[in-house]
Nanobody, 123 residues
Framework: QVQLVESGGGLVQPGGSLRLSCAAS????????IGWFRQAPGKEREGVSC????????YYADSVKGRFTISGDNTKNTVYLQMNSLEPEDTAVYYC????????????????WGQGTQVTVSS
């Protein structure tokens, strides 16, 4: 059974950094696209970043380009989202998701989801 477990969320001051992890089981990362999504209260879930290691594809939402970096470690079957220069607008529950298809920023394209991890950016 495919499982995704996120970790690394927390409370950070504006300008700070966090690294989220998404540990996958029951499949290998090199044949799946792994996406990071976030959902703030009262807002729709939005695509933040995606990686597909089989062809080197990466995607970033405009709002996080230059601040967030996605990477994967196939030996640990884990994908990371390094988040720097965090802003209060980044506050949300962050989810990782997996799908055999290509990277997209549409949540409906992903069939497997983790439980989410809270990121709060506040002074």
């Amino acid at each position: 059974q495919v499982q995704l477990v996120e970790s690394g969320g927390g409370l950070v001051q504006p300008g700070g950094s966090l690294r989220l992890s998404c540990a996958a089981s029951a499949f290998t990362l090199d044949v799946y696209s792994i996406g990071w999504f976030r959902q703030a209260p009262g807002k729709e879930r939005e695509g933040v970043s995606c990686i597909r290691s089989s062809d080197g594809t990466t995607y970033y939402a405009d709002s996080v380009k230059g601040r967030f970096t996605i990477s994967g470690d196939n030996t640990k079957n884990t994908v990371y989202l390094q988040m720097n220069s965090l802003e209060p607008e980044d506050t949300a529950v962050y989810y990782c998701a997996a799908d055999p298809g290509p990277c997209t920023d549409y949540a409906d394209d992903f069939g497997y989801w983790g439980q989410g991890t809270q990121v709060t950016v506040s002074s």
